[in-house]
Structure formats: C-alpha cells, structure tokens
C-alpha cells in the first residue's frame, strides 16, 4: 500500500486513481511549507543511494561519499534551495542529478566536510548497506549519469516489490508471495503451479490467477511509485520506458 500524505488529493490517470505525486507537492510548498518538506524527505529517503552511487563513481571514497551525500542532502531539506525550482524541470531524479553536480563543483570543501551535520540526520544512510549494494554494481566503465540512473531504476523497483511484499505480509500472505514472486518477471519459480496449489490447498487456476494479479498489483504500484517522483502523471509512461532502457541489460520489469 503506498503511504499517503495529508492533504494529497486522488488524480485520474488512464481509469487508475493516483495520489497527487509528492514531487507536485514538494514544488508547490517550495517556501517552506511543512507538506513540501515532508515531502521531500520521503522522497530523498527512498532514493538517497542513487545519489552515493554517482558520488562513488566520481572517484570518492565509501567515506568520502556517504558525507558529501548527507550533506548534500541535509542542505536539499533544510536550506529551502527549492524556491527557485519551476515546475518544467519535470523528473525528481534529474533535478536531484543536476543539484548533486552542482554541489560537488561548487559547494564543497575539507573544511566543510569536517563541520558536516552538526549530529543533524535527517536521512538516514547506511553505509554498509550502501557500499555492499556499490560493490556489486557492474564493472564496466559506466558513467557516474549512466550509474545514477540504473540505480535509480533499481532502487525503484526494489522499493515497488517491498510495497507489494508488505501488503501480503498485512494479509498474512508471506509465504504465498515467496513462492509467487519468481514469477513476477516470468521466470520459473523453485516450484511449479501445481506444487504451489498443493500446498496451498487450491486449484492450479488459482494459482495462475493469483500470479497475474500479483503481475497487475505490481505493475499498478510501480506506474503510481514512479507518478510521486514526476510534476505531471501524464508523464509516467514516458518515464517507464526510458528507466526500463537503463535496466534492460541487468533485470527484466513486469
């Protein structure tokens, strides 16, 4: 189940309802507002590792780049640098893109990074969790854009298959989305339809319902996820299309 915000209206795209995107919301409150900075928040704090991914790239070390992505982000919330943002800049993921380079030219220094934060954690990084993910990040010569943005991808479809896990979870369906989750991707699971609708005391028909809503329930989370990161749902299949170039290679979408 996608998190709601208070004050976010439902919009209509293609006959699905969708929540106004936090993006919209961070740029309408760019002065300030409590709704806008929540916003943002939620957003930086879904897709901060992106950010340290393309910091890596640019030759930093682990240490190096979980600072100067704290930082960068610390003064993303705090400083309001948002103000002057016009909704045409569109993707939350190019304008995050974008500032980053801006900052890592122009806004840091050793004597800055030494007074980082001030014991301020607005986002929360883990830095195990980050480098074990940059580690087995492809080897070839990538550009840092190129890096950012099938991490982007990544994170993205990482975070859609946990909504979708949670909700199971909430129905006391674990186990079943275990066994289903193979199949998202139209993979062969460890076992067959039959041997999912013996244990569970159902029909093989069942079972192969039980996928393609699993596939559609997917599908829906992943065209709404991606609508919270775009100033207009119009915009949503457009960004599919280009963020499933980035991963064609690496991980097949539903």
């Not at 879904?46 to 030759?59: C, Q």
């Not at 900052?103 to 990074?113: A, D, G, K, P, V």
């Not at 014991?119 to 940059?134: H, N, P, V």
């Not at 199949?183 to 996928?211: N, P």
Request: hydrophobic share 40%.
């Amino acid at each position: 189940m996608l998190s709601s915000m208070p004050g976010l209206k439902p919009v209509a795209v293609g006959g699905a309802e969708f929540r106004t995107t936090h993006w919209s919301v961070v740029l309408a409150a760019s002065d300030g507002e409590a709704a806008g900075q929540q916003a943002l928040e939620q957003l930086c704090q879904t897709y901060w590792y992106p950010l340290y991914a393309f910091v890596r790239r640019r030759g930093y070390d682990p240490h190096e780049a979980q600072d100067l992505t704290q930082e960068f982000l610390l003064r993303l919330i705090e400083k309001k640098s948002l103000q002057s943002v016009a909704p045409e800049r569109g993707r939350f993921r190019s304008f995050l893109l974008a500032a980053l380079k801006n900052f890592l030219i122009n806004e840091w220094s050793r004597t800055q990074r030494q007074k980082r934060g001030g014991g301020r954690q607005l986002i929360s990084l883990d830095e195990q969790t980050a480098e074990a993910r940059y580690r087995i990040e492809p080897v070839e010569s990538a550009t840092p854009e190129t890096l950012f943005e099938r991490a982007w991808a990544e994170t993205l479809l990482d975070h859609v298959l946990a909504l979708v896990a949670r909700e199971y979870r909430e129905s006391g369906k674990t186990e079943l989305f275990d066994e289903l989750k193979p199949f998202l991707c139209g993979e062969k699971g460890s076992a067959t339809y039959a041997q999912i609708a013996a244990r569970h005391a159902i029909s093989e028909g069942a079972v192969k319902m039980a996928v393609l809503r699993l596939r559609q329930r997917y599908a829906a989370l992943l065209r709404a996820e991606i609508g919270q990161t775009l100033e207009s749902p119009a915009e949503i299949e457009e960004e599919i299309r280009h963020l499933r170039a980035r991963v064609a290679n690496t991980r097949r979408t539903p």
